[in-house]
């Protein structure tokens, strides 16, 4: 079943989205969303009998936002060890979406919870069928329903095919009428998922945002800097990646190199930065960046003691992983060992 849009609807749908889409994507959790998994895991799961366990606890952690995390709820990790569990019984046969969710409804034992799951999994083997929808997406489609008093704005979910055919033609419907261009579809998905969720920042701070990264994949052997020779970092932790792309990020938008602060460094490499997703380890390779650690030479300071205060801290296994939030108004001057001459 489809969901019927007329111009007027359509062009009314991406007016309000459009209002109301920097409010909404200025919070969403980008590192617990990144886009680059999915676009692999599309191309994996198109053969499901290739699919490892793996592949799979990883794809679902991902889809209930705990992607490189183990903070993943108890109703989530029970769904994703049955998903595992019965996998190789589910791709003996060629089901169709709706047999398909039929025999995960039949092994899952919180289908409000599994079919999230299933559809976010039916979206990886199917793309062309299925968009990624889930209990955000679909509450955020009815209530922008609602908005322009459409005839189907008051149905109910029924946790089937109906719900993920009819939120696929609400966004192939809405989409080619955003002005972002090639963005349009990642804006609005994000869009869509923020404010079907957005009860979830009631009570964070009204200025509360989130930023983007600007890079979110990198590799050594992938990337140059046109004022800076990234060939003279030798190491290959994270803080060195985090050195790596924060000099990208200067070579792309330059800033006076004697006149950054921690905070506007810490603008620049966002957590997921690098597909650094993890909190913590975001946070450790932060703190040691600014410090010596294993020699590591890339940031001096006005505040000649804050360099070894950033190496104890690093040293340490019970550090304090917002020591470097705390100092952002410190002037930070990068080693000039690290331009081109």
Not at 50 to 55: G, M, N
Not at 89 to 99: F, G, R
Not at 275 to 290: G, K, Q, R, T
Request: aromatic share 12%; hydrophobic share 40%; glycine share 2%.
């Amino acid at each position: 079943m489809s969901l019927t849009l007329n111009e007027k609807d359509k062009r009314s749908l991406a007016a309000l989205i459009q209002a109301r889409m920097e409010e909404h994507i200025s919070r969403f959790p980008f590192a617990r969303y990144p886009i680059e998994p999915v676009e692999e895991w599309k191309r994996i799961f198109y053969d499901p009998i290739s699919i490892t366990p793996t592949t799979l606890k990883q794809s679902l952690s991902w889809h209930f936002g705990s992607w490189q995390r183990k903070d993943l709820a108890l109703a989530h990790r029970k769904v994703i060890s049955t998903i595992v569990v019965n996998w190789s019984e589910y791709i003996k046969n060629p089901y169709s979406l709706t047999d398909s969710l039929q025999f995960w409804q039949q092994k899952l034992p919180n289908w409000k919870t599994g079919f999230n799951a299933v559809a976010f999994l039916l979206h990886l083997t199917r793309p062309d069928s299925i968009e990624l929808v889930d209990h955000h997406r679909l509450q955020a489609m009815t209530e922008l329903l609602k908005e322009i008093k459409h005839k189907e704005a008051e149905q109910t979910f029924s946790l089937t095919l109906t719900d993920l055919e009819c939120y696929s033609s609400f966004f192939r419907a809405v989409m080619p009428k955003l002005p972002f261009g090639l963005r349009n579809r990642i804006l609005l998905d994000r869009f869509l998922k923020a404010y079907g969720n957005r009860c979830a920042y009631k009570n964070t701070h009204a200025d509360y945002r989130t930023i983007e990264p600007e890079i979110t994949t990198f590799s050594w052997n992938s990337f140059s800097a046109k004022h800076f020779d990234l060939t003279k970092i030798t190491l290959r932790s994270n803080a060195d990646i985090l050195f790596a792309c924060l000099l990208l990020s200067l070579d792309s938008h330059p800033n006076t190199l004697d006149g950054l602060t921690i905070g506007q460094i810490i603008e620049r490499l966002p957590l997921g930065t690098a597909n650094i997703c993890n909190p913590a380890s975001f946070n450790y390779a932060m703190i040691a960046l600014f410090g010596n650690q294993k020699g590591r030479d890339y940031i001096h300071f006005e505040n000649s003691t804050l360099t070894e205060a950033f190496t104890k801290q690093a040293n340490q296994s019970t550090r304090n992983m917002r020591f470097y939030i705390h100092h952002s108004s410190e002037r930070a001057i990068l080693n000039p060992k690290y331009l081109r001459i």
